[in-house]
């Protein structure tokens, strides 16, 4: 099983990359000093790196165990077990680290009137993706979630506007640099992800099975974003704050 | 069908490329607009800055100039006439009248030692806002003008030199109104703490005016304008026969 796991990785660079975030996420966030830790602005970053390493190396053990598989896709669904790790994405890339970085951008805002907006955005998006489990409207293990995906860009994206907009409106970013703010940076990267990845996450089931080629470039192009997106998260772990420069901000 | 299939990577490529582009655009058109709005800020901070300081420095100037006319005064009114005692005490050829003379002297020199402080602005930093208020309200009450009541905390009030500056300058200004226009029978100082903020509240029960003439409104607006530079509150009530009632209030 292990040999399999390990072959299926050998060639996966972007696998490789996402370890190496995750490994030395770990070991900033352990060197961190216990209030810091407690600090949401590195807990929810480091949190999200952890995420997507369980779910990547999950999704690959999904492939390689397929009875496991079967057991989680029979709680799931009573549809016939293909032999896909959809699922895992669907809930953890597409439900759960969307959500998550909602939270991130949410907790970076300072305006009221934005982090209500983000909070209803959250709430709406929440009931979406419970709604599927229980109505069986759009099946969990498949690719057949359009609007699922569609939700998930989208209030990011909104989320990322309403960031901007307290960036050039608010007092509190009036002293900051925002080059050297990494919020500044992770925020743009998710915006810039969920805005190129939009039209491919909702045409996915299209271009998985009619053309491969563009989905590929798309994949290729969401996972140099997403090991970007998770460098910077690194960075902000080692450091142990938000800003690059020594300048210490409160 | 290859052809086409090159085509729509062609198209995605491109269509990726302006996105992206446009993403960047965005992005680039935050930061310049960001960047605008700090140096609109500093600009601003910075004539902020400046009236802070003219404000400073015209009522260092007023209380000099308040400081030199008393010191005309004690010069003519109280040393011309004890060096003059002394001297004809001095010339006497009775001892116990140069004795006297000595004595004199010696009062000069002290009283020459306390005018001499108060030429520079050391006396604001040596002395708390309560003894100000207490010694005002002592002259006032000396002169046999009207009565006076001073009510305050125990503690005294920690102030920054500056904001001392301007408080000092508002009270004296405040009560040199009241001595001058409103023919008050008491004047009343309270200091108190409320909730988040210092206030001193300065009430007599003189004649009073109505505080929309504008005749009144530019005095009125210059102590305002002196309270918000140490971002105080100045606020008045008065209709006339009802006597003036100020709040000068500080956030703590």
């Known amino acids: 099983m292990i040999e399999k796991f390990l072959a299926r990785i050998e060639d996966n660079y972007y696998f490789h990359m996402v370890a190496i975030c995750g490994f030395l996420s770990l070991l900033f966030f352990l060197l961190l000093d216990k209030k810091k830790r407690r600090d949401h602005y590195i807990l929810v970053p480091f949190l999200l790196v952890m995420l997507v390493n369980f779910y990547e190396v999950m999704a690959t053990f999904m492939v390689v165990n397929k009875p496991i598989n079967e057991i989680f896709h029979r709680l799931l669904t009573d549809e016939p077990f293909l032999g896909w790790n959809a699922w895992v994405y669907n809930i953890f890339y597409y439900q759960v680290s969307k959500l998550g970085l909602l939270l991130l951008i949410g907790i970076n805002l300072k305006k009221a009137l934005s982090k209500k907006i983000v909070l209803i955005l959250g709430i709406v998006f929440l009931l979406y993706c419970i709604y599927p489990y229980f109505s069986k409207t759009y099946p969990i293990h498949g690719i057949q979630q359009p609007i699922l995906y569609f939700l998930g860009n989208t209030i990011l994206i909104i989320a990322s506007g309403l960031f901007f907009m307290d960036l050039i409106t608010e007092e509190y970013f009036i002293e900051i640099n925002p080059l050297a703010y990494l919020p500044f940076w992770y925020i743009t990267i998710i915006m810039f992800h969920s805005v190129i990845v939009f039209m491919a996450d909702v045409a996915i089931e299209y271009l998985t099975f009619e053309n491969t080629r563009v989905y590929y470039m798309f994949n290729l192009v969401s996972r140099v974003l997403y090991v970007i997106l998770l460098s910077v998260f690194t960075f902000l772990i080692f450091t142990g704050k938000n800003f690059i420069s020594r300048t210490v901000h409160t | ?252």
Not at chain 2, 155 to 170: A, C, F, G, M, P
Not at chain 2, 222 to 235: A, H, S, V
């Open chain 2, 1 to 252: 069908m290859m052809e086409e299939e090159g085509n729509q990577i062609i198209f995605i490529l491109f269509s990726g490329a302006f996105l992206a582009a446009l993403m960047a655009t965005f992005v680039v058109s935050m930061v310049i607009l960001h960047r605008q709005r700090q140096v609109h800020n500093k600009q601003k901070m910075d004539q902020i800055k400046a009236e802070y300081e003219k404000t400073i420095l015209n009522i260092e100037n007023e209380i000099q100039q308040d400081t030199l006319k008393h010191i005309g005064r004690e010069l003519h009114d109280n040393i011309g006439q004890l060096l003059s005692l002394s001297k004809l005490y001095l010339a006497s050829s009775k001892p116990e009248k140069q004795a006297e003379g000595r004595q004199l002297i010696n009062q000069i020199i002290t009283e020459v030692r306390g005018l001499s402080k108060t030429l520079n602005l050391d006396w604001v930093e040596s002395i708390s806002l309560e003894e100000f208020i207490s010694q005002q309200l002592d002259k006032i009450k000396s002169t046999g003008f009207c009565e006076v009541v001073f009510n305050r905390e125990d503690e005294n009030w920690e102030l920054d030199k500056d904001q001392k500056l301007v408080l000092i300058r508002v009270i004296q200004e405040c009560l040199n109104n009241a001595i001058k226009h409103a023919s008050p029978n008491l004047i009343k100082i309270l200091m108190e703490k409320q909730e988040g903020e210092r206030a001193i509240r300065i009430s007599d029960d003189g004649i009073g005016f109505d505080t929309s003439l504008s005749s009144q409104g530019s005095g009125m607006t210059n102590l305002r304008k002196r309270m918000e530079t140490i971002g105080g509150n100045f606020q008045i009530t008065s209709s006339p026969g009802q006597g003036t009632d100020i709040i000068l209030s500080l956030p703590i």
